[in-house]
């Protein structure tokens, strides 16, 4: 038995891939494109190891995904691939909309030609499942209750209304070819392998480095945020006792604003690799650090910026049985700790073109 996996080699991806291998005993199949957020040094664990089959490649070129599907015919394909950064689709939306919309609508075409030709009961079995976000139901105001699956879609930035069109597309397959689908739409991830373009690691990456901790606006949106592991065990979850054609939101019941998220940060640092034993120096003032807070800096807001994001994830609990392991506490803590420990993987992900995007978003000073 063999699953095809997309986008594995980005940061959730990844973490699937990395469990996947050590939990099942089940061959996966990784198609990436490896844009700059893909990164084969986050599965260089794996090497060697006969149930995983890297394979460079793009989910928009039909013809490759088809020759992948008869080589390897999977059970199930399971679509992470997307283009996942916010602020990258306010700069630049056209990638957005080539891997987010049309590359699912051509992943779709092949794997929907694939699953027509399987026998009984290999195409009452098939999945396709689709790896989607939170963000597709636009902002919650702070007394409105948190996202059901029945939520209108309203998404406002152009990230969340590509992956919105992605869903309606695997939505349209399953009511119009009875492509067997299941769609999971999740909160904030954090963890091991998390790009530092986002909130989490740019946050540690910039105090080790005593560079400014950007806060767009007032700081007081709100993210639910998810350990990422938690997300891949929900993923399995829904993989294996899903209903198709249902959509599952997976989240942990973390509300927390972007300051507090800043502020529990530091705190973390302070503790764990003081600023003072490693002689940090503030980038923008030439003076040693004391303390992490210190280099935080309240800058121009995002614009369109969501206010709030919640899951109510009682659907999948009461359905699947699932519920997140890690607390926000344990999972943050973990976080940090791969941080520091991994040093070698965050230099080898911050290239030149790392420092670009920085200088573009940031300003040329903090690249
Ligand atoms: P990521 O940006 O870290 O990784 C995306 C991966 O997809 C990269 O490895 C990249 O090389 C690959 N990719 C991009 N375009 C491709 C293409 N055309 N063909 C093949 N591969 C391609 O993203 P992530 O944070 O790991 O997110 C994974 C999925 O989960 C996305 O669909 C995202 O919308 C969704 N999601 C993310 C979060 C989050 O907090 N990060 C939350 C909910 C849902
Ligand atoms: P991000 O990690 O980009 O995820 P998303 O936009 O998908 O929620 O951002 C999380 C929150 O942190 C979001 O409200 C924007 C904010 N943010 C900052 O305040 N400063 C930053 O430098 C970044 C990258 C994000």
């Given at each position: 038995m063999t699953i095809l996996v997309t986008g594995g080699a980005g940061f959730i991806g990844a973490n699937f891939v990395l469990n996947w291998v050590s939990q099942m005993d089940e061959m996966i199949v990784n198609l990436d494109k490896?844009?700059?957020?893909?990164?084969l040094q986050s599965l260089s664990?794996?090497?060697?190891?006969?149930?995983h089959v890297f394979v460079h490649g793009d989910i928009g070129d039909r013809p490759a995904v088809q020759k992948l599907l008869a080589e390897y015919r999977p059970r199930a394909v399971l679509n992470f691939a997307a283009e996942s950064h916010v602020d990258r689709s306010i700069h630049g939306p056209q990638g957005f909309v080539d891997t987010n919309i049309v590359g699912t609508f051509q992943l779709l075409e092949a794997v929907r030609g694939y699953w027509q030709g399987l026998e009984e009961p290999g195409r009452m079995e098939f999945r396709f499942l689709h790896v989607s976000t939170d963000e597709v139901y636009g902002s919650l105001k702070t007394d409105e209750p948190a996202f059901t699956e029945g939520h209108q879609y309203q998404p406002n930035s152009p990230y969340s209304a590509t992956k919105a069109a992605s869903d309606h597309l695997v939505r349209a397959y399953h009511h119009?070819?009875?492509?067997p689908v299941l769609t999971t739409n999740c909160s904030n991830n954090y963890g091991p392998f998390h790009f530092p373009e986002k909130l989490i690691p740019l946050i540690i990456v910039n105090a080790l480095a005593g560079k400014a901790l950007p806060v767009y606006g007032d700081g007081q949106q709100i993210r639910d945020w998810l350990f990422v592991e938690d997300h891949c065990s929900g993923i399995r979850r829904v993989l294996e006792a899903g209903t198709c054609g249902e959509t599952y939101n997976i989240g942990g019941w973390n509300e927390k604003a972007n300051i507090d998220i800043v502020r529990t940060l530091c705190g973390l640092l302070d503790e764990l690799a003081p600023a003072i034993t490693r002689n940090v120096i503030n980038q923008a003032t030439g003076k040693p650090v004391e303390?992490?807070?210190?280099?935080i800096t309240y800058v121009a807001d995002r614009p369109g910026h969501d206010r709030r994001y919640a899951i109510d994830a009682r659907k999948i609990e009461r359905e699947l049985g699932w519920k997140p392991a890690e607390t926000f506490e344990s999972g943050i803590r973990k976080t940090v700790n791969w941080y520091l420990a991994n040093q070698e993987w965050v230099k080898g992900v911050m290239d030149g073109s790392y420092r670009d995007w920085v200088a573009l978003q940031y300003g040329a000073s903090n690249a």
């Open positions: 490896l844009t700059y957020a893909g990164n664990s794996l090497k060697g190891d006969p149930k119009t070819y009875g492509l303390h992490y807070a210190e280099l």
